[in-house]
């Protein structure tokens, strides 16, 4: 018999009532952060996808892009097309040039000094060069220079955006490539899974610069920040910047991505990598670019593996593990220094009670809206079961 036959009716009842109370309170609780926008901040180097998640983000839940937005769109599309022309031109100067006849090299020449807005004779010579054997063969050899990965794209679609009337569609707009400068912020709605308790859900998703004199802007978003989405350019790993050329993109990824993870700031925070432009890594791996040339670690780590899968996805995999590495390893975070106001912020020891953090990770390719709309679907699920964690609901 347990101790409750020796309590009165009225003693279970209050004890009834307040069950419920203190239920209806945790309840509450509960309900209480999803009332508040959930905030989430993409953070990663330039060219990683950022801005391109933005975009999908007003696709799947605002109301995609308006006139206006397409109009301005037009023109860095055209700006793209331009720059990827003047990348080849270029390559081909430092080349022998000469044998492809007098019109090319003043097609050349044209291409390379011309600015917005472009006249007809622009148009007519990168068609002209579009069409040339010594360009497409330049092209194919992308892996030896730098030119950014939507230049097919739009060169293959030249013939449409040299129009007056081209409106650019959803897909150009995803494939455009424009620099963010400053900080972004959207807001969107988004509906709480029935299994959570059914309802809608604010979000505030912030857009930062990856480049590296836009960095030092970040430290104005981190209070308060959810979740923190680092998106990474796996395909990078064979690339240098051009801004220092001894620094490969992957590895100068990788170390942002250290500082991260160990920021003080960010302690509080959940940290989803995503291990972004699946498409382009997979592109450079089947026309028999080699990571180990770059990352000899590789090597070791695939015998390892012993032929698990395809070379591919063993070098995803690898790719994947030298980031979440870098999350079991504890160090002082040259961000927080970078970031301080105050010597004290760079000494302070990290709280040994802390709760050991999980990085999550996805696979993804910001481009492709069905992959970001299910991306999103197990980001929103995450945050939500962090939420429930943090109350002791979970
Ligand atoms: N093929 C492919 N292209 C991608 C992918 N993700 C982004 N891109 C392209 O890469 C370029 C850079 O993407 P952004 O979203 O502007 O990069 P960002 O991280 O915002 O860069 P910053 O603003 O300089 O920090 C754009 O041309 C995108 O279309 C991807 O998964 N696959
Ligand atoms: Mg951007």
């Not at 995999?317 to 980031?323: E, P, Q, V, Y």
């Not at 492709?368 to 679907?377: A, C, G």
Request: glycine content about 6%; hydrophobic content about 35%; aromatic content about 12%.
């Amino acid at each position: 018999m347990g101790l409750d036959c020796f309590s009165s009716k009225d003693d279970k009842r209050a004890g009834a009532r307040k069950t419920s109370r203190d239920l209806d309170k945790r309840l509450t609780t509960w309900s209480k952060p999803f009332q508040r926008a959930i905030k989430i901040l993409l953070l990663g180097a330039g060219d990683a996808g950022k801005t391109t998640i933005i975009k999908q983000m007003k696709i799947l839940h605002i109301s995609g892009f308006s006139d206006k937005e397409r109009q301005e769109q037009a023109d860095v599309v055209r700006k793209n097309v331009h720059e990827a022309m003047c990348c080849l031109c270029k390559k081909l100067h430092e080349e022998e040039l000469e044998k492809n006849g007098k019109k090319f090299q003043e097609a050349v020449d044209y291409v390379i000094e011309a600015n917005l807005p472009f006249t007809e004779e622009y148009y007519q010579a990168v068609a002209l060069l579009w069409e040339n054997e010594t360009i497409k063969d330049c092209f194919k050899r992308t892996n030896e220079f730098q030119i950014f990965d939507s230049a097919k794209y739009f060169l293959d679609k030249f013939e449409t955006i040299r129009r007056h009337d081209y409106i650019p569609s959803d897909q150009d707009i995803l494939y455009c490539r424009k620099k963010t400068t400053g900080i972004q912020k959207v807001e969107f709605t988004v509906k709480i899974p029935k299994k959570y308790g059914g309802g809608s859900q604010d979000f505030w998703m912030f857009d930062v610069g990856g480049q590296r004199g836009e960095r030092r802007k970040w430290i104005q978003v981190f209070d308060g920040i959810h979740a923190v989405l680092f998106l990474v350019a796996s395909s990078s790993f064979d690339q240098i910047w051009r801004e220092e050329s001894s620094t490969n993109r992957l590895h100068e990824a990788l170390s942002l991505f250290k500082d991260v993870w160990d920021s003080r700031y960010l302690r509080d925070s959940g940290v989803i990598l995503f291990l972004n432009k699946q498409d382009v890594l997979e592109q450079k791996l089947k026309s028999g670019q080699r990571i180990e040339q770059f990352f000899p670690g590789f090597i070791p780590y695939d015998d390892k593996l012993e032929s698990l899968g395809n070379y591919i996805d063993r070098a995803r995999a690898f790719i994947r593990d030298l980031f979440l590495e870098a999350t079991i390893e504890k160090r002082h975070s040259t961000l927080d220094r970078m970031l301080s106001v105050g010597p004290s912020v760079i000494f302070t020891p990290q709280n040994p009670r802390d709760e050991p953090r999980e990085c999550y990770w996805h696979y993804t390719t910001a481009v492709d809206t069905s992959n970001i709309k299910s991306v999103f679907n197990d980001v929103h699920s995450m945050v939500i079961l962090w939420n429930l964690k943090q109350l002791g609901l979970q």
